[in-house]
């Protein structure tokens, strides 16, 4: 047996707590309801409405060139730092819909603002569910009134909104962390990894009542989503309509620094996106690959990410294979700094490659009874390291991929 | 239903006969035997002899940066331009072996080439099967004046080799076109696609009997590859072994333009590219995917191979849903120029995506009855155009890829 190095984590020490989720912040009210979209009848829209005194926002969109409506929508609302509430449905994507989408989305602003008494140009809107399909407006139309009379500011009420954004997931996502200053920041995810297609979108409402600048705000939550969402890779497809949005009330009258911001970010980012990846329907295995000894970050996630993209790598892993040479030879298609005699490879503690060639027994890793998988890349190039989170390739995935809409 | 756009076919008109192998080029002879590598005992030694009167020779290899010993060695084989022999063994891939498996290669090198009266300089080396093994010397020792013995001149010879040199393939491999000069090229190839791992190599030999300078012989064999080989990508996966290798006899006494070369090469390369998608094994479909309309090729051929790789759209097809958002949102995620709002896909020509937009019903299309899927995407900004061929993502490719090597 070898040393372990561990994953990284990117808010190591600070507390997280998944039984609250964005009511954990104060100035905020949530709700879901059943409005109808779902073929199954479950609650369908939620809604998280930021009373103040602060509208500060800030979002990342998916970086997809094919944006659904609500995507194109809610990149205007934000622009100017401002937003006060976000509406997100289940049961339909409302991407690839041409003019008629973009007008959906639009109108759902509508009738929120109209509900709320502020401007559609401050209501973010999300949607997520089969791609190709409008949006069923007269649903919306009476839904929106429901969900804005059920929203309240107790946990309960966050809750619902988690339940609401739920496709595939089996179960809520939710985090909070609240800083010994007094200000919190509360945050609810949907998406069971991108193991679960179309259905596949992850979208993330993050709230905090800390008193923050809209800048300051953007910019925290880029780095927050560097560090965990964007690390968190479970098949390489990227959605149409991915969107994180981070409202700041300012009700708790504190301004914490960027970096204590960043980091309180991080850290409920950091619990949604394992809560994410954990959920990942059809996996066995959750993976984390960390490379280390990397010349720079970048090279480091390069390395980890191609890795995660391995077919062969990821159907081993559900094989309870410790197969080092599958990861080997992903490392070798990329453009990294490594001597290729040099690479240490360790699986679950288990030096299996050292120098580039068979190590310690891969018989000493016993796959079969760990959901975990830590795999450790040894470049021997540098002193970077960075983790990629992902799942194995399964019979399920396979399954649940081409069951679904045909 | 809307006009199919044909996917291209680099080496159109020019008729290619799947039933001879190496020996159909003049100067060569061809062998295959039972070495002892394989543990299920089927064939598993190879050679093709190149008896002149020209030596030339050509290669291209695998770009993956861990690079099995056997691609290391060949490498500074065909360094010079010139190669008398290649002797290929299945039953274990010699990579990730450190010095005592570059030593191996070497060894097989001399052996050949004792028995040849020729330089171990000019004998290449191929290896496919497990990773991180290293060869029983004293199977190859024992095989290698055997399958010497066994090699001639004649079609069957050649089909021999073609077999000795097959893993998880369920058919050899063969191809050959003749020109109306009388010169010939011929080919054998192994892999069942990137679908059959660890065993995934693709190793291809080719002969000609034109008379070619070896500078022209490898522009020829690159350009030749890089519209066949490189365009069948079934899992995205690239192997530590895969190498090309293309021997010219000069026994015909012609010597064809380049153009003429090249158009021979490139359709008996087609040929056994499609071959291997074929026989991918775990596929149930085959599936050619043209980007037209693209501003360039590059352009086109990321465009086609960035949908080929997508997992969500690859377990679809599986499941015979002709899931034209998967395309979309694959092709979204490249940075080839096109407008969204402009894309139109076909399948198996029903234009099922019209304008970024829902357009013809997908039920026209019949994926069930169909082992070949044909995907259009018109991006509508140029004129060029390439096709990639892939396989669908199915249950049998998740069950292959786990139980090997566990």
């Known amino acids: 047996m070898s040393t372990v190095h561990p994953s990284q984590d990117p808010a190591a020490g600070l507390s997280v707590d998944t039984s609250r989720g964005v009511t954990a912040a104060a100035g905020f009210r949530a ?21 103040g005194p602060s509208a500060a926002a800030a979002a990342v969109f998916t970086s997809n060139r094919v944006a659904a409506a609500p995507v194109h929508w809610s990149r205007q609302v934000v622009a100017d730092g401002a937003a006060r509430a976000v509406i997100l449905n289940s049961g339909g994507a409302n991407a690839c ?9 639009h109108e759902t602003a509508e009738l929120v603002a109209e509900g709320l008494q502020v401007g559609a140009g401050d209501v973010v809107v999300c949607s997520t569910g089969l791609i190709g399909v409008q949006l069923p407006m007269g649903v919306m139309r009476a839904g929106i009134p429901e969900v804005l009379a059920d929203a309240a500011a107790d946990e309960a009420a966050g809750l619902r909104a988690a339940r609401a954004i739920m496709t595939t997931d089996t179960v809520p996502k939710q985090a909070a962390h609240t800083s010994p200053e007094g200000w919190s920041v509360g945050g609810m995810a949907k998406g069971a990894g991108m193991l679960a297609p179309g259905l596949a979108t992850m979208l993330v409402v993050l709230t905090t009542d800390a008193e923050v600048r809209p800048e300051v705000l953007q910019r925290s939550l880029r780095e927050a989503c560097a560090v965990t969402f964007d690390r968190a890779d479970s098949d390489g497809c990227m959605s149409t309509n991915d969107t994180v949005t981070l409202l700041a009330s300012g009700a708790s009258g504190i301004s914490p620094d960027e970096l204590e ?4 970010l991080s850290a409920v980012c950091h619990s949604l996106a394992q809560q994410l990846i954990t959920d990942a329907e059809g996996a066995a ?22 890795v995660a993209r391995s077919n062969l790598f990821k ?5 309870n294979d410790p197969n080092w040479g599958r990861v080997l030879s992903a490392v070798g298609t990329t453009d990294a700094e490594f001597d290729p005699d040099e690479l240490d490879v360790s ?7 050292r120098g580039g060639m068979i190590g310690d027994p891969r018989e000493g890793v016993d796959l079969a009874s760990s959901r975990k998988v830590e795999v450790v890349v ?3 190039a540098g002193a970077h390291e960075a983790t990629i989170w992902t799942n194995d390739l ?3 995935y396979v399954e649940e991929n081409s069951a679904y809409s045909s």
């Open 31 to 51: 709700g879901g309801v059943t409005a109808g979209f779902k073929a199954s009848g479950g609650d369908d829209l939620a809604v998280v409405i930021n009373d």
């Open 261 to 264: 911001l960043t980091r309180a």
């Open 347 to 353: 699986i679950n503690g288990v030096m299996v490659c």
């Open 285 to 306: 295995h959750d993976i984390a690959i960390t490379t280390m000894g990397a010349a720079s970050v970048v090279q480091a996630e390069t390395v980890s990410r191609t």
């Open 394 to 396: 399964t019979h399920d």
């Open 315 to 319: 159907t081993a892993i559900f094989g």
């Open 97 to 105: 819909t041409g003019p008629q989408g973009f007008q959906a989305s």
């Open 378 to 380: 040894d470049l021997k």
